[in-house]
């Protein structure tokens, strides 16, 4: 499925790896437990308010900080679509790719879009349209081996698919 349909939810700038999940919780790896706490130092209502199929809208370098995989697990595992910034540390965009998140890089959709938008994100295309505003954006598609990788839940489903 390359077509995503959820509520925007809005972070800014710099949200470290800390803030999606904070390291009282890395004792754990089932992304269960991990869904419960995600984003929850960097809004605390986050998890009550979140319905699956959501999505995270964030500004420049998110997730920045430590090389945890258990961030990207966490956004995941709550049942984020997407995640939407201006821009993405190096190593997150990688752990995301790998566990098969889709990532977006479009910094107009950021600055546009609002808390509570219902849009809609296309990743074969890379355009995101916000359904409240009536307005289109894009962002860089992933080539098809990406989009592959990510539609077999990660690196190593897709590995084992081939």
Same mark, same amino acid.
């Given at each position: 499925?390359n077509?995503?349909?959820g509520?925007?939810?809005?972070f800014g700038?710099?949200?470290d790896?800390?803030?999606?999940?904070?390291a009282?919780y890395?004792?754990?790896?089932?992304w269960e437990?991990?869904?419960q706490?995600?984003?929850?130092?960097?809004?605390?209502?986050f998890?009550?308010?979140?319905?699956k199929?959501?999505?995270?809208?964030?500004?420049?370098?998110?997730?920045?900080g430590?090389?945890?995989e258990h961030?990207?697990?966490?956004?995941?595992?709550?049942g984020v679509?997407?995640v939407?910034?201006k821009?993405?540390?190096? $190593?997150?965009?990688?752990?995301a790719?790998n566990?098969?998140?889709?990532?977006?890089?479009s910094?107009?959709?950021v600055?546009?879009?609002k808390?509570?938008?219902e849009?809609?994100?296309?990743l074969?295309?890379?355009?995101?349209?916000?359904l409240?505003?009536d307005?289109?954006y894009?962002a860089?598609?992933?080539?098809?081996?990406?989009?592959?990788? $990510?539609?077999?839940?990660g690196?190593?489903?897709?590995l084992k698919?081939?």
């Amino acid at each position: 499925m390359n077509k995503f349909k959820g509520i925007a939810h809005k972070f800014g700038d710099n949200i470290d790896t800390d803030l999606i999940i904070p390291a009282r919780y890395l004792n754990t790896h089932e992304w269960e437990e991990l869904a419960q706490h995600v984003m929850e130092d960097a809004d605390k209502t986050f998890v009550k308010r979140f319905k699956k199929g959501g999505f995270i809208v964030g500004g420049e370098n998110f997730g920045c900080g430590s090389s945890r995989e258990h961030a990207p697990i966490a956004i995941k595992a709550a049942g984020v679509s997407a995640v939407i910034a201006k821009s993405f540390a190096r $190593i997150f965009y990688r752990n995301a790719i790998n566990i098969g998140l889709p990532i977006l890089e479009s910094p107009e959709a950021v600055d546009k879009i609002k808390e509570g938008q219902e849009i809609e994100v296309d990743l074969a295309t890379g355009t995101i349209y916000d359904l409240t505003s009536d307005k289109f954006y894009k962002a860089q598609p992933f080539p098809e081996f990406m989009q592959k990788i $990510i539609a077999a839940g990660g690196l190593i489903n897709y590995l084992k698919n081939r």
